[in-house]
């Protein structure tokens, strides 16, 4: 907001009926939205920046109030309450993690990777428990309980960052990137290590692949028909996210069914029956 003065007008004939005015530059609402997010996002930086490792903790464990996209705060929820109460331990635990500012963010990174590698460990064993007294094999409780209990944290933050964020890209690329890395961390890095530790010892590592082959292209054959769909709602709806309410719940309930297809079909496939060799 600004004010303009006019005087001295040319030619001297002319007459100036109001010397001042007022302008004020209103942006529209996209752009007011998007400047305000920018505004929150370099607020938050700031405040991240002087975050103490005490600070980190305190906050963990208080519940603090919500503000809206007015700024407004807005009281707790009875829900936003006992999802707090649920999770404060794995709050509190994840506090350890050094502040993302100390040491240009490589002790964050260290110390939050082997969090990561350790509560994936916690849910391997207790998935591995449950399999066990569910009478379920090694196989299909990796692809159920395993697969969920991992996958969880990358579905909430893919929603996160698909409601944030103007493109899917994000969205799309960190449920497909986090779960490459886990394949192929969490299965090739076991490898190396037990295959160089039998060649040290002078003998060769074997592991029988049962069912592997059929189970590698059946889920082959799944990514490609969701690869599709993604692929269809570019050409049709413009975007791999959003469009009509008919469209999204019948594109979920498609990527679902082809989870429930590829998990009953390589459990089936787990079966010994299918895997032993004819005569």
């Avoid at 409601?163 to 994000?170: K, M």
Wanted: glycine share 8%; proline share 5%.
């Amino acid at each position: 907001m600004f004010g303009v003065q006019l005087s001295q007008p040319f030619p001297r004939a002319t007459k100036i009926k109001r010397e001042m005015c007022i302008v004020e530059l209103v942006p529209d609402a996209k752009s007011k939205k998007e400047g305000d997010a920018m505004q929150q996002l370099m607020d938050r930086i700031e405040g991240e920046e002087k975050l103490t490792w005490t600070e980190q903790m305190k906050k963990a464990v208080m519940l603090h109030p919500i503000k809206d996209d007015d700024g407004n705060i807005e009281d707790v929820s009875n829900g936003d309450a006992i999802f707090h109460f649920i999770s404060v331990f794995w709050k509190v635990l994840f506090s350890l993690c050094p502040p993302p500012h100390y040491g240009g963010g490589f002790p964050c990174f260290l110390v939050a990777l082997f969090f990561i590698g350790a509560t994936t460990l916690v849910v391997k064993e207790i998935a591995t428990l449950m399999g066990c007294v569910m009478g379920m094999k090694p196989g299909v409780t990796a692809i159920t309980f395993v697969a969920i209990g991992t996958s969880i944290p990358d579905t909430f933050a893919s929603k996160i960052a698909a409601q944030q964020e103007r493109y899917a890209d994000e969205a799309v690329g960190n449920v497909t990137g986090s779960n490459s890395v886990n394949v192929f961390l969490g299965l090739g890095l076991p490898w190396v290590i037990a295959s160089i530790y039998y060649e040290a010892k002078g003998e060769v590592f074997q592991h029988p692949a049962k069912g592997l082959d059929k189970s590698v292209a059946l889920f082959l054959v799944v990514s490609l028909i969701g690869i599709a769909i993604l692929v269809i709602r570019r050409r049709v709806v413009g975007g791999e996210l959003g469009g009509s309410a008919t469209g999204r719940y019948v594109s979920a309930a498609v990527f679902i069914s082809l989870w429930f297809i590829y998990v009953i079909a390589a459990s089936i496939l787990q079966d010994d029956r299918f895997n032993t060799p004819s005569e």
